[in-house]
C-alpha cells in the first residue's frame, strides 16, 4: 500500500457544482494533513491544512479527516475555472522524517 | 512565494558536469528542504536542513549533495550530472518543522543532455 493515495483523475466538475478530491494514508500516528493547489507549469501552493477530525473550513474550502477511516478530503463549493489544477494531499511520515505528497488529482472545471 | 527564490529558472546541462542549484529565503525559517518532481512519481524528497550545517538525507538523495551555511540559503549540488536528474527542483521551506505547513519556492527546470 502506497503511503499517500490520491485518484490521479482527471476529475470534472461543472461550473458552480462542488467538486470533492480525496486521499488515504497508511500512517496511523499521522497527526497533520495538508492539501496544496498546483497549477500547471507552477509551484505547489498550502490552500488548507486540518489536525483534528472532523471540517475545517475556509472560504470555499472545507477539509475533512477521518482520522478511523485514514482518509482526508478536500471539497470545493461552487467551483470555478480558476480551480482547474491538480491537489496535492501530503502527510507527515515521522518514521521517515519526510511529508509523503500523493501524486495529485487533476481537476478540470467546465465552464 | 513566501519570500523563496530559486537560481537558476531553467538550466541546461550536459551529462558528466557538476550543478548548483540555489534556494534563499529571507523569512528567518528554520527548516529547508529540496524536492524534485517527476511525472508519475510525485514529489520526493531529496535533502532536507534543519539548521546551519544541518542536514539529513531525504529518499532520493543518491547523486545529490547539499550545503547550508547561513539560514538563507541551502544549495543542492549535482555532483556529475545524469538525464536521470531531468527534473523540477522545488525548495520549500518550514518554520517548525516536519509536521507543519511548508512553503514552495518556485523551481528550477534542469535537463540534463
Known amino acids: 500500500q502506497k503511503e499517500v493515495e490520491q485518484n490521479s483523475g482527471p476529475l470534472s466538475v461543472p461550473e458552480g457544482a462542488i467538486a470533492s478530491l480525496n486521499c488515504t494514508y497508511s500512517?496511523?500516528?499521522?497527526?497533520?494533513f495538508f492539501w496544496y493547489r498546483q497549477y500547471s507549469g507552477k509551484s505547489p501552493e498550502l490552500i488548507m491544512f486540518?489536525?483534528?477530525?472532523g471540517d475545517k473550513e475556509d472560504g470555499r474550502f472545507t477539509a475533512q479527516l477521518n482520522k478511523a477511516s485514514q482518509y482526508v478530503s478536500l471539497l470545493i463549493r461552487d467551483s470555478q475555472p480558476s480551480d482547474s489544477a491538480t491537489y496535492l494531499c501530503?502527510?507527515?511520515?515521522?518514521?521517515?522524517?519526510?511529508?509523503?505528497f500523493g501524486t495529485g488529482t487533476r481537476l478540470t472545471i467546465i465552464p | 512565494d513566501a519570500g523563496i527564490t530559486q537560481s537558476p529558472r531553467h538550466k541546461v546541462t550536459e551529462t558528466g558536469t557538476p550543478v548548483t542549484l540555489r534556494c534563499h529565503q529571507t523569512?528567518?525559517?528554520?527548516?529547508m528542504y529540496w524536492y524534485r518532481q517527476d511525472p508519475g512519481h510525485g514529489l520526493r524528497l531529496i535533502h532536507y536542513?534543519?539548521?546551519?550545517?544541518?542536514?539529513d538525507k531525504g529518499e532520493v538523495s543518491d547523486g545529490y549533495s547539499v550545503s547550508r551555511s547561513k539560514t538563507e540559503d541551502f544549495l543542492l549540488t549535482l555532483e556529475s550530472a545524469t538525464s536521470s536528474q531531468t527534473s523540477v527542483y522545488f525548495c520549500?521551506?518550514?518554520?517548525?518543522?516536519?509536521?507543519?505547513?511548508?512553503?514552495f519556492g518556485p523551481g528550477t527546470r534542469l535537463t540534463v543532455t
Open positions: 520549500a521551506i518550514s518554520p517548525w518543522g516536519l509536521e507543519y505547513e511548508q512553503y
Open positions: 500512517d496511523r500516528g499521522s497527526q497533520s
Open positions: 486540518i489536525y483534528s477530525n
Open positions: 501530503a502527510v507527515p511520515n515521522f518514521g521517515n522524517e519526510k511529508l509523503t
Open positions: 523569512e528567518n525559517h528554520r527548516y
Open positions: 536542513s534543519y539548521g546551519v550545517k544541518d542536514t
